[in-house]
């Protein structure tokens, strides 16, 4: 069963009205309403607001579907011109004649189709890394006591080992750097 909707009196050239009502002959009308929705014209503007009156005429009028609707023609008519004059010098005018439009919108019900994915339109398989692991990471022991004295002793014996460790290093090289300058003093 065929909807319309019309919109008369248009104050839009039909000519340019024509070649938007083209691109979207034949297409979905959710689809076909998403791409006026976006074109710069005023004629796609006013093409938008027949064909969503003719989709909600379809819904409340007859129960259809929205999403299974399809603009199954368009029919783009002239309607009277108004003239006018614009004044040019020595008392001349030259005539404007400003075009009105009279669109009709036809939107039928087809049977929805499953969706046709083009080929390679499946979605890439990503791999899946795990996070690397730590070398220097405390192992982590499952015990009954607080949380809080396990980091602590651990800490302690750490920082106690380092400490030790450094002293002697350290020593040694201030006693070299000493010894150094005695002996180039004395060869000086």
């Known amino acids: 069963m065929e909807v319309r909707a019309v919109a008369k009196y248009v104050r839009v050239q039909p000519r340019k009205v024509r070649i938007i009502a083209d691109e979207i002959r034949g297409k979905s009308a959710p689809h076909a309403a998403s791409l006026l929705r976006y074109h710069t014209s005023k004629g796609a503007k006013m093409l938008r607001k027949v064909l969503v009156s003719a989709m909600a005429n379809a819904e409340e009028n007859n129960g ?100 030790e460790v450094e002293t002697p290093a350290a020593e040694t090289q201030v006693e070299e750097t000493a010894t150094e300058a005695t002996e180039s003093k004395e060869n000086d």
Do not use: W
Not at 78 to 103: C, D, F, W, Y
Not at 123 to 149: G, L, S
């Open 64 to 163: 259809m579907n929205q999403a299974n609707l399809y603009v199954a023609g368009i029919t783009v008519d002239e309607g009277p011109r108004l003239k006018r004059m614009q004044a040019r010098a020595m008392g001349r005018g030259n005539r404007i004649v400003k075009k009105t439009s009279h669109i009709t919108v036809v939107v039928e019900e087809r049977e929805p189709t499953p969706a046709i994915k083009p080929h390679g339109t499946k979605p890439k398989v990503r791999p899946k890394f795990a996070a690397p692991k730590k070398k220097d990471q405390a192992p982590t022991v499952k015990a009954t006591a607080p949380v809080e004295e396990a980091p602590a002793e651990v800490t302690e014996t750490v920082t106690e080992a380092t400490a």
